[in-house]
Every structure is written in C-alpha cells, then in structure tokens.
C-alpha cells in the first residue's frame, strides 16, 4: 500500500530524516513510537504533501506519488493529483482541526460535496452514519467548541473517514487529550483496526500499540531503528536505544 | 452678542437640510460604491498574495505600495486634471470612485491578508489533508474565519472612507462638506457650520458603527 | 439568509449607482467631446455647436462668486460670465473647483475658462490668455483691530500674512517682506486673523465689504489700501483667439449698452470697472 524507498528531509542544516525505507501492506496497523523531535510526525506528514521530502520516492497503491532530490521535483504532481492522493490518505491530528464555523454535521459533509461532488442527499445519510458510528450522532448540529477534546478527536476520525480513504494516518491523535477521553478515542481506532483499514499511527500510547498493532516501528533522530511485531519491540528490543526510550515511558 | 447667536442659529437652521441632503445624495453613493468595488479589489489583492499566485503577485505588490505611498488628494487629482493629457478625461463622480475604491483596496488588501494569515495554520492543513484545493479551503475555511477578524478594521475603513470623501471637492465633487463651505462663503460663520457639517458626519458614521456591531454578531455566531 | 442579504446588498448597490449618476451627471463635466465633423475646429465653434460655455468657478468666495440661500449659484462675476454667454448665443456651465485644481482644470480642458477674480498679471499672461479687464480689484491690507502696528503694506515685513497661494495678493504680500501662511480662501483666513493666527491678510476691498456687510461685529479693520489697482480678467488656454475674441466684444458691448453697469451697480453700488 504504502512504499517510503530512501527517504531523507532536512530542514535547512538539521537532519530530520536519515535514509528511511518503510513498507506498509494493505489492511496492516503500525504504530510510529520514538522520542520527540525524531521525525516520526514529519514521515507521516510526507506522506500528503504537508511536508515535503528532500530526497527519495514515495508509492501509493503502487502508484509513485513523490520523487525528489535536493529538495527538488523529480516526478512532479499537478495539484489535482496530489488532491486524489490525498483522498486516498485520511489524516488525523493532534489537535483535531475542526473547522469551528461549521456544525459536526457539515465539518464531515464539506470534502466529499466539494472534492468528490457526491449528491447531498447520499453524503446525508453517509455522514449521519459515520457519526453514529464514532457515536456522535446526536451532536451533530452542535458546534466543536461545544464539544470535550476526545468528542472534537472522534468527529475528526469520521470527517477523515467520509472522504473513504484506502489508508488512515493518525499524526499522535490522543497526545493533547486528558488522559479520561483518550479511551473513547481508542476505541473507534480499534474497531477501525477491526474493519481491515490500513493505518500508520504516530503515537505514545504503547498499550494500543500492544493491542492492535501488526508491526510497530521506532524511530530516534531520523532513523529506523527497530521494525518488528510489538512483542518483540516492546519484550526484547534489539538496539540499546529502544530499550533506553522504553523504559523512560513504560 | 445675542444678534449674533439668533443670526447663527438662524443659519444652522436653513442649512440643516441643504447639507444634509448632500450627504445623502452625494456622500452616501460615493461611499458606498467606492468600499464595494475597494472590497472586492482588497480581496482579489489579499487572496493574489496569499496563493502567491506567480504572474499577478508583483503587479499587486507594486500597486499596494504606490497607493498607500501617496496622498489620495494627490492619486484624485492625477485621475482627474492628469489623465486627460494622455487623453483618458473622465468625470468627477467616475474619477472620484477610481481614486477611493483603489485606495480602499490597497489598504484593505492588507487587512484582508492579515486577517486570512491569522487563521491557524492547522485549517490548511486539515483541508488539504481532505483534498481540498487552495481555492476550495480559501472559499469554505478560511474566508469565513478570516472575516470575522476583518470586521472591526474593514468598519473601521468604511467609516473613514466617509470622511475621506470630503476631498472629491478637490476634483470638482460637490458633496457634503463642499455645500457648508458654500453656505460658510455666503455667511462667513465658518466654526458653525462646520460644526454642524461634523454632527451630520457622526450621524452617519453612528449608523455604520451600529451595522458593524450587528456584522459582529452575526459571524460570531459559531460559539466563541 | 446569507443569499438574501447578498441578494439585498447588491440591489441597494445597484440603486445607489443608478441614482447617484443621474444626480452625478448634472453637475459634472461631459467627457465626450462631440464628434467634429470639421477636422480643426476651433473652441468658440465647438462651443456654439454644444450651445455651452463651460467656465470654472470657486463658487465660494462672496460676492463674486458664491451660493445664495437657496444653494443657487450667483455672484458677480457668475453674472458676468452669464451675460457673456447670452450674449455668444449659448448657456454657461458652471464648473465648481477648487482654487488649487483651477489652473489645472483648464490646462486639462475640463472647463473653456475661468471667472473667478483672476488678476491679469505678466507671469500668467505668458502660459495663457486673458479677457479684457471686467473689474478692478483694489487689494486692501486687513489687520485685526486691535493691532496698532500695522498701518501700511511696508509694516508687513516679518509678519504673518494669510493668502491663497499662487494668489495675486500673495505676490503683493511676499514682495513686502510676510511671511505667507497659506489659507484655502477669504473666510479661513478672517478665521485665523479674528483668532490673532496671523497678523494681516490682503484681499479685495469688495471682498472684505461683503464680510463686514454680514458681520459688523467682525474684529478686523483695513489699514490701508494699493494705490496701483489690479485688472482682472476671464482666463483661458493661450490657442483660442477667437474665443477671446467674441468674448472680448460681448463685454464692449455690455459697457456700451449700459448691461455692465448695471450688474456692477447692483453688487456695489458703484461702477468696478475703474
């Protein structure tokens, strides 16, 4: 689904990202755990354009989305394909993003009526579904500034998800909750998980790691330093690192 | 001293309506119109900028500092005594809404820019993120924020537009403050007057403060 | 709701621009020039094709050229210019400008002329051309009264003197040694006199009449007067002889039938001519 062949970014002189080689299958969930600063966000974020790499190849759908060196364009994209690529990832972050001026209802609807041209009787009954699916539906004509953080969280998830994307990305979804409303926001990623959807989820939550995760990923300053089944990384780390930011967190 | 007093209030009283109706009928339009076409240039100009939109980006850069660079009195007079030496002779009242509405357009464009620039970042990015093309996020997400914060200095550029059409006389537009400087020529009662002149313009600058306060409430509708 | 208040919106926009060009288009100059069917017409003819004379005027400097109580444009020199027109068989048009944009204005071609006190000097003479002499201004030194030092235009060295710039009577001010400050027209410059601003200001003796007609209780006074009086023409763009021309004949004539007299009477009571 998701191939990152050589990827390095560099703000300026800072090093951010170091020769990163990642695969993820369809269907599969890895979690992204590192220090801050390691660049795990920023990976994410190349994804959808939202950063740009400095140099090495993307694939999407085994389709090549991003070639570049020297912070330069080798396969360049017109910006209506890389508005597709982005209907293809839904993103989540850290700080939710609702749109305030727009109800719950309408934060949802506003893409695909735009982007896609859906009718608005079928995005309707789509969108109220999803709601009820991330169990907000009676607040649908309430504004976000209405709503807890992890209401705001779960209203975002379905927004991503009304645009049916084929992979989900989750930019440290629970990291700004109050520790009381991370569960809610957990729970409609598990049973995500448990739909088949591809996800790739930058995150501290170690124990949805444990869970939920096909493979769990560490990177510190830029590289990958460990890539296998969450027993292994968490149980018997290889590298002296993993172990180090294991232990500071768990 | 009272002959004098009954003489000025006698002349504020006859000159209540002329100036008034001036107001209203040469003021008012010329205000109007010239913030509806400086609005819309403003945002042309501030989106322009905001998308860096490469071909038109140092075209509008070079008229937002010629304009806000120069007097308006001088930009009135150019349009008006200057152009007809290359030919282009227009009238006052065209001239006039030229010269305000691509001074209140230079400007504006600047609060308008501010305003789209105070938009959390995040907005954009959440957008993009669903797919949403520049032009998309600027029309549904960010332009309805962003006006918001426009409010209070856009009402602030209206009702100093008010005043500012004081200076269409120069170019031959009789408006409001011309008339009183009519009556103050016949009567030499000059502070009267303009005072009086002065009340007028709170009257209608009040109405527009009144406006701008229901603006407000109106897009601060979203619970804040 | 929002389509509604836009659709609002654009209808009172719509209606503002519709009324406010019609009463716009009243009192502004015509942009077009009629098509001359003739290559080289010359301004008196174009002017009797359109049946208008159109003449630049301050509209705020009493008595000469001012708005009555009923906003009616009036003065002597509007009267004037009105008999003219007659007189050439067309209508005059009133052009309200500023001083300052004045000069402007006719280089811009906006109106053919100017009556508005204009002093017939050389300087000016050189870049246009003049009607003959339709007035004679005495310039008047105005002090306030209870200024006791200045009692002749020589006592203006080192003072403050309030004048219109690229007035005549700010040259006869700046040759005496003041100090100009410069003032849109007759009335601010009482304005800063009365409130002791400035020590003087110079201006037509008529003028400063008309003032003390309407304010007795004004706290100025004329110290002293020009010997040498000013002539004062109708002003217009050098390259328009015959228009100077006919003009020049309407005014001999009005002398002649006793129409100049007349209106010179019925301002000031006196023959202004001399």
Known sequence: MIKIENVYKSFGDLEVLKNINLTIEAGEVVCIIGPSGSGKSTLLRSLNHLERITSGRIYIDDELVDERKNDKDIHKLSPKKVSEICSELGMVFQRFNLFPHMTVLENVMLAPLSVKKVSKDDMLRESLSLLEKVGLLDK???YPSKLSGGQQQRVAIARALAMKPKIMLFDEPTSALDPELVYEVLDVMKSLAKEGMTMLVVTHEMGFAKEVADRVVFIDNGEILEEDTPENVFNNPSHERTRAFLSRII | MDDRMARVIGILIDSFIPILKAGLMYTVPLTIISF????IIAFAV?????????????IVKFYVWIVR???????????FYGLPTIGVTLDAFISAIIGFSLSVGAYGSETIRAAILSVPKGQWEAAHALGLSKFQALRHIILPQAIKVAIPPMANSFISLVKDTSLAAAITYTE?????QQITARTYEPLWLYLEAAFIYLMFCSVLSVLQSRLEVRFGKSGD | MKKRILLATAIIMMLALVFSGCSAAKQTTEATAPAAEVKQENLLETIKAEG????????TYAPFTFHDKDGKLTGFDVEIAEEIASRLGVKAEF????????????????????ANQVTIRPDRLEKYDFSSPYIVSKAVLIAHSDNNEIKAFADLKGKKSGQSLTSNLAEIAKSNGAELVQVDGFNQALDLLTSKRIDATINDSLSFLDYKTQRPDAPIKVVAEMDTKDEIGILFNKGNQELVDAVNKALADMKADGTYLKISQKWFGEDVSK
């Open chain 3, 52 to 59: 208008v004379i159109k003449i630049g005027t301050e509209g």
């Open chain 3, 95 to 114: 052009i309200e400008t500023k001083w300052d944009g004045m000069f402007a204005g006719l280089d811009a071609k906006r109106f053919d002329a100017v």
């Open chain 2, 46 to 58: 501030a989106i322009i900028r905001v998308t860096n939109f490469k071909p038109l980006t140092a």
């Open chain 2, 69 to 79: 660079g120069t007097p308006l009195l001088v930009q009135l007079f150019i349009i």
């Open chain 1, 140 to 142: 649908k004509d309430e």
């Open chain 2, 36 to 39: 509806f076409f400086g609005m």
């Open chain 2, 176 to 180: 409001l403050f011309q008339v009183a």
